[in-house]
């Protein structure tokens, strides 16, 4: 990922810090990517969780299947209320995979909707689907700079 996907303000006040649920959740306003980089390590808070879940409007099993995390794991974490440095790291890709969208999209809405409907250019895929690995995450990154280009994605 580049540096500008860590931008503290994204345009319709979408961010991956507000993503995550913000100062009050993360404890920090990173804003580089060693402060990122920082945070996954020590885990960010299980609070993300639900922050997350309200951002997407979608339900926690989603969530679960989205980021390929057992939903028991995110139901145990949300009692220990720290996610481990893996979970941690497949939010902030989450995370900043919404703040670019609604970027591109100059709308949240229609952010999270493109987010969850089925892409040709992604094989039929919903983005949301492709975002528990990196190399998905990258393949909606790179459709989101082809959109933002003009280019058909």
């Given amino acids: 990922m580049n540096t500008a996907t860590f931008k503290n303000e994204a345009l319709n ?9 913000g100062e009050p959740v993360l404890h920090a306003l990173p804003r580089s990517v ?8 020590q885990g960010i808070s299980s609070g993300a969780v639900d922050a997350v879940v309200r951002v997407l409007g979608i339900g926690q099993s989603e969530l679960s ?3 390929d995390i ?12 720290v996610l481990s440095p893996d979970e941690s ?3 902030v890709r989450l995370a900043q995979v919404i703040e670019r969208a609604a970027v591109v999209f100059e709308d949240d809405r229609a952010a999270m909707s493109w987010l969850k409907c089925p892409n040709a250019a992604l094989g039929g895929n919903t983005p949301l689907s ?3 690995t990196e190399l998905g995450s990258t393949a909606v990154m790179n459709t989101l700079g082809r959109i933002e280009h003009g280019v058909f994605a």
């Fill in 13 to 21: 006040g979408l961010s991956a810090a507000s993503v995550l649920g």
């Fill in 34 to 41: 060693l402060e990122w980089i920082a945070l996954v390590r």
């Fill in 65 to 67: 299947r989205a980021l």
């Fill in 70 to 81: 057992p939903e028991r794991t995110l139901a145990r974490r949300k009692k220990e209320g």
């Fill in 89 to 91: 790291g497949k939010m």
């Fill in 130 to 132: 492709l975002l528990d």
